[in-house]
């Protein structure tokens, strides 16, 4: 009876494997009934199973760890936007997700917690983005359209790409990646009446500290709709996070003459200053940002 219960939990795993036509988070679960059915076999056998059998069984159980990864991942995808809905972040722990998940899952054969880390690199308040992967035993078709996305250079990141096995594990790594956005704010000029006669002050904050490579800081016109390069190389560099410009008054004067038609009068309660942040070093390629300031007055 036992040998007869195996046989058919066996052909069923055959049967839900080599059928393609089945909806995939279907035959998952059909691997993993097929799975339990064969380990109750196995149980009622004294844990016994022929050797013609065994490299079966072994692989179907990798099968069924991994079909519960990648739903598990899924899960906690889930999860963790309706932790930043709430939030407007990303949790640095999957752990914080108490509340939002039912039970926080771990790698069903090691216990421990996915890999995952927040980006971008080195946030330690409203974290936009994140890295989260399962190292897989198999070579699962869903990793044909992961993220293979390496977050190394970010604290605490791990190398996404299929066959780096999640940071150098033997195995298969299946990996989402949500893409941080980017958060810059123009903290000066504020509203109120400015001389172009006199410097003009600005200055900005992008994450904490700054994260991006290079800024380009621009004069604008809300009602030309133009705008006009203030930085006289282009950009400044990473470090700076305020520009002071000592005339602007030859750069008013520009923008009116390009305006179409319109007076320094109409123009002169329209006036703007845009940043626009650049970060070529992050996890993926480059990410721009950009944020202008309150409107203001050039008199």
């Known amino acids: 009876m036992i040998t007869s219960l195996l046989q058919t939990a066996l052909t069923l795993l055959l049967l839900v494997q080599s059928n393609q036509h089945i909806d995939r988070s279907l035959r998952e679960q059909a691997i993993i009934v097929s799975t339990q ?10 844990g016994v199973v022929s050797t013609s059998y065994q490299s079966l069984v072994d692989e179907a159980r990798q099968k069924a760890r991994d079909a519960r990864r990648i739903s598990e991942i899924h899960q906690l995808r889930v999860a963790l936007e309706l932790y930043y809905d709430v939030h407007g972040g990303y949790p640095h722990l999957l752990s914080e997700l108490d509340g939002y998940i039912s039970v926080v899952p771990t790698d069903p054969l090691t216990g421990v917690s996915y890999a995952y880390v927040t980006l971008p690199k080195g946030c330690t308040s409203r974290c936009t983005g994140y890295h989260i992967g399962a190292l897989l035993e198999t070579n699962h078709r869903v990793l044909m359209s992961d993220a293979d996305r390496d977050s ?29 956005s980017a958060t810059l704010t123009v903290l000066s000029p504020g509203e109120g009446d400015y001389s172009d006669s006199l410097p003009l002050d600005i200055s900005w904050t992008s994450y904490e500290g700054g994260d991006f490579d290079y800024y380009y800081v621009m004069l604008g016109n809300t009602l030309s709709g133009s705008e006009v390069t203030l930085t006289p190389d282009t950009r400044v560099s990473q470090k700076v996070t305020s520009l002071r410009v000592d005339d602007i008054a030859g750069t008013v004067r520009e923008m009116i003459a390009n305006s179409g038609g319109l007076t320094a009068d109409e123009m002169e309660d329209a006036y703007y200053v845009a940043v626009l942040a650049v970060s070529d070093d992050r996890v993926g390629g480059s990410t721009v940002a950009r944020a202008a300031s309150a409107q203001f007055s050039i008199r």
């Open 152 to 180: 190394t250079p970010g604290k605490g990141g791990f190398n996404g790409v299929d066959s780096k096995g999640c940071n150098g594990k033997r195995g298969y790594c299946f990996d989402i990646y949500s893409e941080p």
């Open 37 to 46: 059915a064969i380990d109750a076999a196995v149980r009622q056998g004294g």
